[in-house]
């Protein structure tokens, strides 16, 4: 498969975010994930080969695995004829009225849980035991939504102010779906040697009620950090450290314009990716 920084698809175009273009299809969305990569907030120019499709296969993966838990919007991953050069990068699902809250799932203590936790003693205004380190496992895996901002960070708020935003009926049902998810997926990669610090989900309402949306458990929306390193207390996550640790002795001030990756670092987060594709799933792309 050629790498690809952008769609260009005849057909009504729909949203560009920093990975993934999403277009209409007969009244569903086609959502194709490019191989553009971000960090710190910049996108670069160029491509990695083969993380759309990685992407887009691990979606798959656990969309396919964890119907039993929640009903999801995929339709299909076949391509139609006229749309056979995304196939393996796009996936057509159902149209749904998202709910505008990340639903975020931590078992672990890091990133903007660990902040607030260092700062107040709590995570999603919740009091947690005293003593716990960037990394520690949480007493148990806790829900803590974010309200999805137009431009920049997320910005977290505590479960009931996410009732009082979105209802109580659809936090709750949102909240214990989202945590069954990682809970199963915890679990399961457990035996694949990693650990799922933390993950994002969306949902959207549709006439057949609650489903889960967007990308599920990819490393775009997860921290899985490789068990190996945990043991050590290394916090890397698996498939971007890497460029980070370039960008940051590169010299780059982290502002746009990204600047142009070197070929060994293209190469490198490319078998990253992949390597992440085969340690979830067991299989090789
Ligand atoms: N089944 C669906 N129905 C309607 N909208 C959906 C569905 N699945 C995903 N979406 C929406 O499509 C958009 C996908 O955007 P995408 O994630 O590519 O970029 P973004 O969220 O704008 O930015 P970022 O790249 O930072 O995630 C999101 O707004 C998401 O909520
Ligand atoms: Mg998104």
């Known amino acids: 498969m050629e790498p690809m920084s952008k769609a260009e698809i005849d057909l009504p175009f729909v949203h560009r975010g920093k990975v993934r273009d999403t277009y209409e299809l007969d009244g569903n969305l086609l959502i194709i994930s490019t191989d553009r990569i971000s960090a710190f907030d910049s996108i670069f120019p160029n491509p990695i080969p083969r993380k759309g499709e990685v992407l887009n296969r691990l979606s798959l993966f656990w969309f396919k695995k964890t119907r039993d838990i929640v009903k999801n919007h995929l339709i299909s991953d076949q391509m139609p004829e006229n749309l056979k050069s995304v196939q393996g990068r796009a ?76 209802g109580k009926e659809t936090v709750d049902f949102i909240k214990s779906k989202a945590i069954a998810l990682y809970n199963f997926a915890h679990d399961y990669l457990l035996t694949h040697n990693l650990i799922l610090a933390d993950t994002k989900f969306e949902f959207g309402k549709t006439e057949d009620g609650i489903i889960l949306v967007d990308e599920a458990l990819t490393p775009d929306s997860s921290r899985y950090w490789l068990m190996n390193q945990y043991e050590k207390g290394i916090l890397d996550s698996m498939d971007k450290q890497f460029l980070r640790n370039y960008l940051e002795q590169s010299g780059w001030n982290k502002e746009p314009p990204a600047p142009q990756l070197p070929e060994e670092i293209i190469n490198k987060t490319s078998e990253r990716y992949l390597k992440a594709y085969e340690m979830i799933t067991g299989e090789k792309l």
């Open 91 to 166: 996936m057509i699902v159902k149209k749904a009225q998202v709910v505008p809250m990340e639903s975020v799932v931590r078992g672990y203590l890091t990133g903007s849980g660990w902040k607030e936790y260092k700062e107040q003693g709590t995570l999603a205004g919740i009091k947690l035991p005293e003593g716990l380190k960037n990394g520690s496992r949480l007493p148990e895996p806790t829900f803590t939504p974010a309200t999805k901002a137009e431009s920049g960070h997320d910005i977290n708020i505590s479960v009931e102010e996410a009732e009082n935003m979105f």
